[in-house]
T-cell receptor, first 114, second 115 residues
Framework: KNQVEQSPQSLIILEGKNCTLQ??????????LRWYKQDTGRGPVSLTI?????NTKSNGRYTATLDADTKQSSLHITASQLSDSASYIC?????????????FGKGTLLTVNP | DAGVIQSPRHEVTEMGQEVTLRCKPI?????LFWYRQTMMRGLELLIY??????IDDSGMPEDRFSAKMPNASFSTLKIQPSEPRDSAVYFC????WGSGANVLTFGAGSRLTVL
């Protein structure tokens, strides 16, 4: 069964600090791994997409890593800002032929306090 | 572009009533997805369309749910009759399938409360 597990469920940090969010996936066949940011009351917004051949990808202060061997990914946020407070969702895509599926994790709720 | 537009943003209804959620995808996108989000289960795919044709509706909970896409610029998700357990946020997303990674753009969601 395709699954995406995220940890921690929630995290509180002070503004300016760094943090790392974790994602483990069991998806087959694996196509790519995505991180989405979801602000309260809004839809998810794509941050990064990585295929199995990519180890790291950055988007501003966000850096995602992928280890396709261990099926783990992380999202590192540098110099956090209040606007980083949101839910971060890890998503794994598997696709092949007519089969297409995104498997979503339940997200990590990040709160950045001043 | 105004992005994916969903309506209504909020809907409160009584059990047994019909609910219709609407979605206008991004112009030029050829795939449309309906998701449901709850605290317990996170985001779940209900159904998706390619070129207005339903491809996978295995996530539709039961016959009370139905979705249509009569043209490339409009889709509806209907629940009839609604039940309290249908209370959730329903998201529509669209993408341009076939242009590399299938990046979904989500709407702001429709929050449904069934009393």
């Amino acid at each position: 069964k395709n699954q995406v597990e995220q940890s921690p469920q929630s995290l509180i940090i002070l503004e300016g600090k760094n943090c790392t969010l974790q994602c483990n996936y069991t998806v087959s066949p694996f196509s790519n791994l995505r991180w989405y940011k979801q602000d309260t009351g809004r839809g998810p917004v794509s941050l990064t997409i990585m295929t199995f051949s990519e180890n790291t990808k950055s988007n501003g202060r966000y850096t995602a890593t992928l280890d396709a061997d261990t099926k783990q990914s992380s999202l590192h946020i540098t110099a956090s800002q209040l606007s980083d407070s949101a839910s971060y969702i890890c998503v794994s895509e598997n696709s092949g032929g007519s089969n297409y599926k995104l498997t979503f994790g339940k997200g990590t709720l990040l709160t950045v306090n001043p | 572009d105004a992005g994916v537009i969903q309506s209504p943003r909020h809907e409160v209804t009584e059990m047994g009533q019909e609910v219709t959620l609407r979605c206008k995808p991004i112009s030029g996108h050829n795939s449309l997805f309906w998701y449901r989000q709850t605290m317990m289960r996170g985001l779940e795919l209900l159904i998706y369309f390619n070129n207005n044709v339903p491809i996978d509706d295995s996530g539709m909970p039961e016959d009370r749910f139905s979705a249509k896409m009569p043209n490339a610029s409009f889709s509806t998700l209907k629940i009839q009759p609604s039940e309290p357990r249908d209370s959730a946020v329903y998201f529509c997303a669209s993408s341009k399938w076939g242009s590399g990674a299938n990046v979904l753009t989500f709407g702001a969601g429709s929050r449904l409360t069934v009393l």
